[in-house]
């Protein structure tokens, strides 16, 4: 139910600060995955709209020794985005760290908005923990990229089901973010 009535963001603004692309795993050989390039092409694409004048990219190396972040920033480049207008977060391991270390990068920088793009499956939990920081926010599903199975995506909708209960029951109670001034 917490899934499904899930925030979707807290403006009703189109432009932003920057635009936070949330992580996911690279394939073994540190190439971007399906699902780690559909959110980088769409954001790609809400920066040539120009939603935002900048791109922070997060995850660490989680799944393997490969830096997701990197992985993705590298990828908006090579479609055209000036290094100038990407950031970085290599530190990130999972939807929380991403989320609060998104908000410390945002408020180095003196930015309040942003918009936060990752899979449909991915959004609910990450508007769940995006409605509890201090800044102004809505999410924004990348499509698939390619065929995609339909138990692929009933797999990874079931994992994020775990996640989300997880984060409801434990983590939200559990782990904050640690940012100056929360």
Request: proline share 7%; aromatic share 4%; with cysteine.
């Amino acid at each position: 139910m917490d899934r499904a009535l899930a925030p979707k963001g807290n403006t009703t603004q189109d432009h932003f600060d920057v635009l936070i692309v949330l992580g996911s795993p690279v394939d073994r050989d540190g190439n971007p995955s399906p699902h780690e390039l559909a959110r980088v092409t769409e954001a790609v694409h809400e920066y040539e709209r120009g939603v935002a004048p900048r791109i922070l990219f997060t995850g660490g190396a989680v799944d393997s020794r490969f830096v997701e972040a990197r992985v993705m920033a590298r990828t908006a480049e090579a479609q055209g985005i000036p290094a100038s207008a990407v950031l970085e977060d290599p530190a990130a391991r999972n939807t929380m760290e991403s989320t609060c270390n998104a908000l410390g990068i945002m408020r180095s920088h003196g930015w309040q908005s942003a918009e936060v793009i990752s899979s449909p499956s991915h959004l609910p939990r990450a508007g769940l923990i995006l409605s509890r920081l201090p800044m102004q926010w809505r999410v924004h599903a990348a499509p698939a990229l390619g065929p995609e199975g339909a138990a692929a995506e009933a797999e990874r909708t079931a994992v994020e089901i775990l996640k989300t209960v997880h984060y409801l029951v434990w983590s939200r109670q559990t782990e904050r973010c640690h940012v100056s001034g929360q």
